[in-house]
């Protein structure tokens, strides 16, 4: 039975032994592991965060755009260490990174959105 009251819900997810009460947030994942140009999402959305897997990565362009055009969102260069990186930003048209040309290397990217 679904909740009626937002003070249901938080009963619900209250650890009431501490008086903690947990919020979870939920994304999707996809990986960039090719130098091909990726849509991870048509639409409005959130980008929460970009891992970068390995120590030799292509710089990536990240576009609010279901192309490899548009919106810049920001740039992850070459020289980027592994991490995760936080966005925390909201995109309009979709979400779309491109590996810039001229590198041999594969991206080893996991981005996580919704």
Do not use: W
Request: with cysteine; net charge positive; aromatic share 8%.
């Amino acid at each position: 039975m679904a909740a009626k009251y937002i003070s249901d819900v938080i009963q619900q997810v209250a650890d009431t032994s501490v008086g903690v009460v947990k919020i979870e947030q939920r994304f999707s994942y996809q990986a960039l592991v090719s130098l091909v140009t990726l849509t991870v999402k048509s639409g409005a959305g959130f980008l929460h965060a970009i891992t970068v897997g390995g120590y030799s990565c292509p710089t990536i362009v990240i576009y609010d755009a279901t192309a490899a055009s548009g919106t810049l969102i920001g740039t992850l260069v070459a020289s980027v260490p592994p991490g995760t990186y936080t966005f925390n930003t909201s995109f309009g048209t979709g979400l779309t990174l491109r590996p810039l040309p001229g590198t041999a290397v594969l991206p080893s990217l996991t981005i996580s959105y919704r």
